[in-house]
């Protein structure tokens, strides 16, 4: 293929500010907020047109799904997404009682997910938390820039100073002081020059493109369900002395009846399901399943993802049409919703001043440049474990620190670590903490006016608690 070469031109800068936040899910949010309410300017730049990320976008609600009786988080930032969206009407209660047989209530308090017959977890209502996140935003003062791309940065020697975008209005810059890139994809980083590693495709953990249903008659459902997962365990089987939950198969219960599954009849021969539904509302809508993978997408190449999200459509409808054929409850079901983007898990890694490793998240690491405490909560590789013994590990600054660029901190998915460290680091209750890091570090060093490397970690710790995280 060839190259054409783009004639220079003048580029206008649109804004100016202490620290900008580029990537709006929950990692960008954490950040902007916490800098914002260290007293610095912040302005947060998204793609699409709403904040929120995988949250919706992808339609994933269940931030803290993981949580049982006796796990122990940070708090900060990330709890707070649940609590004002329950404050504002923006959850759902996922185990009405009116809804809920009394086997399936002794089921979910067996799994640890009812506690004295109150979940253990607020499901976020999606669509609204869109207006959540303006909200929260508009309280801490950010300026807020919707379908606005970053495309390029603006470096001084080995200093970050900003970001070109591209927009309706054009291509313009943005100068900041501290720029925190929350892309998932380290895109900014990726730009700036900053060392980073990514698997080969073949290698990278799949992404998923969820959907909604209406018209389903959920009592019909959950009795089915509940017959089900008695007599198989369906997508998980729960070994609670090991705290581990493994996948046992491609198929649950959902879309295959057990005799379908014994027989290895599969919906097709070329489509992957793992029908993972999370929450319902009392209407008759399942408002998010988390099934339809697909597998070597690489999620920084554009004809990739949209070959998935072409594909990952298609294989929606067929799911849908198996759902109304085979399962109880779904008789009269309708495609509801298609996440807007697809959900992405792996792609770029930055390398950071530490990289987390497998033995750090499965032992409980402790690091004197802590910036938050994240539960034994691991999840991809054919392994899931869950935070039922209270056991965590602390999440270093270390990891959010690119090498080679100054004044450049990196949160979320993307941050500094190993594979399966990864499959810790990437779930949206980490993205919170190293989001919410990652923002007072930037206003802590603005104010004490040293770079991000310099920056004092007892002061970043101190204002951390002050926000109300657990850092130890």
């Not at 100073?161 to 380290?186: F, N, P």
């Not at 809508?285 to 339809?292: E, V």
């Not at 993307?414 to 594979?419: E, F, H, R, T, Y």
Request: charged share 25%.
């Amino acid at each position: 293929m060839k190259d054409i070469e783009e004639s220079p031109r003048r580029i206008p800068i649109m804004a100016e500010t202490d620290v900008l936040v580029v990537g709006g899910g929950p990692a960008g949010l954490s950040a902007a907020l916490s800098a914002a309410r260290e007293g610095v300017d912040t302005m947060l730049i998204e793609r699409y047109g709403c904040f929120g990320g995988n949250i919706t976008q992808s339609m994933i609600g269940t931030i803290g799904w993981y949580r049982c009786a006796e796990t122990v988080e940070a708090g900060g930032i990330g709890l707070e997404f649940e609590l004002r969206a329950k404050e504002m009407g923006g959850s759902i209660n996922t185990f009405n009682k009116e809804i809920l047989t009394t086997e399936m209530g002794k089921f979910l308090e067996h799994k640890g997910l009812l506690v004295n017959g109150e979940p253990t977890y607020e499901i976020l209502d999606t669509e609204m938390f869109k207006y959540i996140a303006d909200t929260l935003i508009q309280e801490a003062n950010i300026v807020p820039l919707l379908h606005c791309t970053v495309v390029n940065v603006l470096k001084d020697a080995d200093t970050i100073i900003g970001v070109i975008t591209e927009s309706k209005s054009g291509r313009q810059a943005i100068m900041a002081k501290r720029v925190i890139d929350a892309t998932g994809d380290a895109d900014v980083a990726y730009y700036a020059g900053a060392p980073y590693r990514k698997d080969p495709k073949s290698a990278l953990m799949g992404v998923t493109l969820n959907f909604s249903c209406s018209g389903v008659d959920v009592k019909e459902f959950f009795t089915y369900y509940l017959k089900e997962v008695q007599e198989k365990p369906g997508l998980f089987a729960y070994l609670r002395q090991s705290r581990e939950l493994f996948f046992m198969d491609e198929l649950s219960c959902l879309l295959e009846p057990i005799e379908d599954i014994k027989k290895g009849i599969k919906l097709t021969n070329d489509i992957n399901i793992k029908s993972f539904w999370t929450h319902y509302a009392e209407a008759g809508d399942i408002n998010s399943f988390n099934g339809i993978h697909m597998s070597e997408i690489d999620c920084t190449d554009v004809w990739d993802l949209t070959k998935a999200e072409i594909e990952g459509r298609k294989r929606i409808i067929q799911a849908v049409k198996k759902l109304r054929k085979r399962t109880p409850g779904f008789k009269k079901a309708r495609l509801k919703n298609i996440g807007s983007s697809l959900g992405t898990r792996e792609s770029r890694k930055i390398l950071g001043e530490y990289n987390l490793t497998e033995h750090d998240v499965k032992n409980q690491a402790r690091f004197e440049d802590t910036i938050g405490i994240c539960p034994e909560f691991i999840d991809g590789f054919g392994t899931i474990i869950l935070p039922t013994t209270g056991r965590y590990f602390h999440v270093p600054y270390g990891i959010i620190l690119p090498r080679k660029v100054e004044n450049l901190l990196v949160a979320g998915r993307c941050v500094a670590g190993d594979k399966v460290s990864h499959a810790a680091t990437r779930q949206m209750v980490c993205c919170a903490i190293t989001g919410q890091g990652a923002g007072v570090a930037a206003a802590v060093s603005i104010k004490d006016n040293v770079t991000c490397r310099q920056v004092d970690i007892s002061k970043v710790q101190k204002a951390l608690k002050n926000q109300g995280v657990r850092i130890e």
